[in-house]
């Protein structure tokens, strides 16, 4: 139900590099560039390009891959998927050639990711630009999923997973439970949900608890199906968001519990959270939530008010 879509969390998560590595900047995958920072962004990518050669003639091996890095990451900017993972796989074979298990892990890590982006059926943010090539046509604005990439996404996780310390393993376990969500294989996809959350805890990241437990109650899997462990979840992801600052996703969660409250018959329960989220939207400026939340307002009133009628006839036809 487009409706009951679930919040940002499920999209698949990346691992940030330390500022002092002057890699550039990643954008997040659905955020478009401005025109001018696209030309600049192709302008980089030209630099960098150019940058690997010298480097390679130089026998400069650290410094070619951290040049493969860098051109990777501008080609995700620019949705260049395809392109990024060229890139990714030249900074993979130095990594292998240099032992750096921790470059092989990032690797691996940011193929995954860019496969699971263009096997979910989301468009890459933007277009394409002069000068360069359009960006990747298997991604477009109709595109459905593509199961063969999401299975190359999945075995990438897996090799992440395989060569991480535990942050990595929790990264791999989240995002491999959201490619198999998108596989409709739910039982896999929550299996690794629950890893995910497993490391989280280990890690006292709450975050990551957020992460997980948000993904176990927006995604496809098993529980979706079971109402009250569905509520339950959600409730703590509530809890989470409240105590991390972070109510960007308040709106679906409150708008999920109404819905669930609704399909049990308690249009009181159902009321009162679409009210909630309808408040949330508003303090946010979501225009389009908080009109979606006024239509389920006006539905659970109905539903609350039809109950309250049929109660009265029930009642009266039950008097002497």
Do not use: W
């Not at 080609?75 to 990594?95: M, P, S, V």
């Not at 092989?104 to 630009?129: E, F, T, W």
């Not at 669930?260 to 009210?275: I, K, P, V």
């Not at 109905?302 to 309250?308: D, P, S, V």
Request: charged share 25%; net charge neutral; aromatic share 6%.
């Amino acid at each position: 139900q487009a409706a009951d879509r679930g919040p940002g969390i499920l999209q698949p998560q990346r691992i940030e590099l330390p500022s002092f590595l002057n890699t550039p900047a990643r954008r997040p995958d659905s955020e478009a560039l401005r025109p001018e920072e696209k030309t600049q962004a192709i302008r980089r990518s030209r630099d960098f390009e150019l940058l690997t050669s010298a480097c390679r003639r130089a026998g400069k091996l650290r410094e070619e891959g951290r040049a493969h890095f860098s051109l990777a990451v501008l080609r995700d900017n620019l949705g260049q998927y395809h392109k990024a993972i060229e890139a990714y796989n030249a900074f993979l074979r130095i990594c292998k050639e240099c032992n750096d298990s921790q470059g092989r892990a990032l690797a691996y890590h940011c193929i995954a990711v860019d496969y699971q982006l263009l096997g979910g059926g989301a468009a890459p943010p933007g277009g394409g630009s002069s000068g360069e090539a359009p960006k990747d046509a298997s991604v477009g604005e109709e595109a459905g999923v593509k199961p063969e990439l999401l299975q190359k996404a999945i075995q990438f996780h897996n090799k992440h997973r395989e060569n991480s310390d535990s942050v990595g393993k929790f990264v791999a376990h989240l995002n491999t439970g959201l490619a198999y969500a998108k596989l409709g294989e739910k039982e896999a996809a929550t299996v690794n949900y629950q890893y995910a959350l497993r490391y989280a805890l280990q890690l006292h990241s709450l975050e990551g608890q957020s992460l997980a437990i948000g993904s176990l109650g927006f995604s496809a899997g098993l529980y979706e199906n079971d109402p009250e462990k569905m509520r339950v979840l959600i409730e703590r992801y509530i809890e989470l968001c409240g105590e991390l600052k972070q109510t960007k996703n308040q709106v679906s969660a409150l708008r999920t519990l109404g819905v669930l409250a609704g399909d049990r018959g308690r249009a009181d329960e159902s009321l009162s959270y679409f009210q909630q989220a309808l408040d949330c939207a508003r303090a946010q400026g979501d225009r389009e939530a908080e009109k979606e939340c006024s239509v389920r307002i006006g539905i659970a009133a109905g539903q609350a008010g039809m109950a309250e009628h049929l109660s009265g006839i029930l009642q009266r036809s039950v008097l002497p």
